[in-house]
Structures are given as structure tokens and as C-alpha cells.
């Protein structure tokens, strides 16, 4: 069975299980998604300004749809501020042939031909008070205005948020939603990424969580992540694995960790674990930035819907026959 097809049956299996979608979603823990303007020093915890998502809606579903932004001004309650608000953001919504499938719109850079597809629609905000702790909704869209991806057995959208002025940080979450006014799940629907930038928590005591998926062409994978100022750990979770801790890096800096795919992890997901240091002092603000790659440098998706379910280790008892 060849990889595309594996991960039809395993899509089309979670979908039976599965709903959609805040983003982050519930299991992932994470409070929001990050990015700031484009005048912020790195330091702050975006290394490019820019954050790509994409929506994937299963064939079954005909009906019209809504991508709603919770929080989408920068300025108010939850953004960060650097002196005064003075950032702008855009969200930009592409469908149609060319959304997903060049390297560039899976790239974890802005560049090249990232903004690949027909553009649905697009807005910008600025300090907002009318969508400060509140949502703005994109939409209807037809399905069929993605790009149709055959071994998905679905269509496929994409939303580039971008800080484009100031230095100030944009905390925000999508939902996928059936109603434009209101939080209804599409079934059968998942989102993903490539790079990963967001928010950690203030509560040393709250554990996240996010999910890459390992197709069978992965032999050994490398995570790398960004600005994660020494907070905590990340404990790698599979089927297979018990709990292997990885390396996190320090302030305004990379750093990389490489591991061998063991039997039982491939065509499913990991999880890895992001659990906050304890002692103090203690990170508040903390925003990070992280991608997985295989042994051919290819990055590799974070589903918000793990693909297999929520990896649990399966533990092997083993059992010896008693001598007569």
C-alpha cells in the first residue's frame, strides 16, 4: 500500500471520530496562535512574522462554510504590547488549484510563491475594539472553492497571517465552522501546519500539546525550535515511546534535535508534550515557534486532529511460561 493511500484510510478513519475545529484545538492545550509585526525584534518569540494554516474539508461535506478569527485586532486585552499598539495584521484566505500543493506553500519561510492559489479573501486589522475578545467572521465559502487533493479525498484552504507594521504581538485562534455566527463544528474537518508559532501558557501547571505526523518515508526526523528561552521541557509520546525528552532552546536562538523513527510510530502521530519549567523564575509571555523535518529535510505537518488518535504508550508485559 503506498504512503498516499495510507494516510487516506487513516484521514478518513479519524474523520468517523472526529470534529472540527477550533485552532488550536481542545487536546492541544495551547492558549493562542502568535505573530507578531514585522518591526519585532526575533527575540519576542517570531522568527518570521508570518504564520500559514491550512483547512481541509472532506468530500461529504457540500455545504457552505466560515473561517472565524477570534481576537483578530492587535491591541487590548490578550496582544502583547511593546510601549504602545502600533501593528498592523493581515489574514489572507486562498482556495482553488495551487493552494496547497507547491513546495513553497508548505515552506516554514515567507517566500517565493507561498501566496500560491486564487485569493478569497483578505483583511487587515489594526488596535479594533469592536473584535478585541471577539470574532470576525470570512465567508460562506463553497468546499469546492479549495484545491481538490485526490489521495485526501478532500479540499484544501489556506490562511497567511502576517504582521506587515509594528512590533507588537497578535494572539488570536481560527475556528472552522458551519455558521457564521456562531462556533459549529464541521465533521470530518482538520486543520494543519507546517511551523508552529504560538503561545505558551502562564500556568506552570498546564501541559500542551502538538501532533507532526510521521508518513512512512520518515527514518529519523529533526525538531526544531525557536526562542524557547530554556522553559521546560518537550517529551516526545508515541505508541511506541514512552517519553523521550528533547532538547529546547535558549533566547533568540535555534535549536535542533534529531531521533530515529521506531516500528509503530510511522502513519500516525506523535505527541510531543510542552511542559512548562516549574522553578522560578518563571517565563510569563512565552512565545515559541517550532517545525519537524525528515531525513530529507522535507517539513513535516502538525494536524490539530492527531492522525491514528491521541498517541498513548503501549505498554509490553511479557510473560514467561512456568516450569513444571
Known amino acids: 500500500m503506498n504512503r498516499l493511500i495510507s494516510i487516506l484510510i487513516l484521514l478518513i478513519f479519524c474523520g468517523l471520530s472526529a470534529i472540527a475545529q477550533p485552532v488550536p484545538a481542545y487536546d492541544e492545550n495551547i492558549p493562542y496562535l502568535m505573530t507578531f509585526g514585522n518591526e519585532a525584534e526575533k527575540s519576542w518569540g517570531d522568527d518570521d512574522h508570518s504564520q500559514t494554516f491550512f483547512f481541509k474539508l472532506p468530500k461529504e461535506y457540500t455545504d457552505p462554510f466560515y473561517i472565524r478569527i477570534w481576537d483578530p485586532d492587535v491591541g487590548g486585552e490578550h496582544d502583547e504590547i511593546n510601549g504602545v499598539f502600533n501593528t498592523r495584521a493581515t489574514y489572507e484566505i486562498f482556495g482553488g488549484e495551487d493552494c496547497w500543493e507547491p513546495n513553497d506553500a508548505k515552506g516554514i519561510d515567507p517566500v517565493g510563491e507561498y501566496k500560491s492559489g486564487n485569493l478569497l479573501a483578505f483583511k487587515s486589522f489594526a488596535v479594533d475594539p469592536r473584535y478585541d475578545n471577539n470574532w470576525y467572521t470570512f465567508g460562506p465559502f463553497n468546499p469546492t472553492e479549495g484545491e ?89 509520546v508515541s505508541f511506541a515511546r514512552k517519553g523521550q525528552l528533547s532538547k529546547v532552546s535558549g533566547d533568540d536562538t535555534w535549536v535542533e534535535d534529531e531521533f530515529q523513527i521506531l516500528e509503530g510510530e510511522k502513519n500516525k502521530s506523535l505527541d510531543l508534550q510542552l511542559h512548562k519549567r516549574k522553578y522560578n523564575p518563571l517565563v510569563r509571555n512565552n512565545n515559541v515557534v517550532i517545525n519537524i523535518r525528515n531525513q530529507y529535510n522535507e517539513v513535516m505537518p502538525f494536524f490539530v486532529i492527531p492522525i491514528g488518535g491521541v498517541p498513548k504508550y503501549k505498554y509490553t508485559i511479557g510473560v514467561t511460561k512456568k516450569s513444571n
Open 148 to 236: 481538490w487533493v485526490e489521495d485526501w479525498q478532500g479540499f484544501i484552504f489556506k490562511i497567511i497571517v502576517e504582521g506587515v507594521e509594528g512590533d507588537d504581538g497578535n494572539m488570536y485562534r481560527f475556528y472552522l465552522s458551519t455558521d457564521g455566527d456562531n462556533n459549529r463544528d464541521v465533521e470530518g474537518g482538520n486543520a494543519f501546519a507546517y511551523e508552529y508559532s504560538f503561545r505558551m501558557h502562564n500556568n506552570p501547571n498546564e501541559v500542551s500539546h502538538i501532533y507532526p505526523f510521521v508518513d512512512d518515508r520518515a527514518i529519523s526526523v529533526k525538531l526544531w525550535n525557536w526562542d524557547w528561552d530554556n522553559d521546560g521541557i518537550i517529551r516526545i
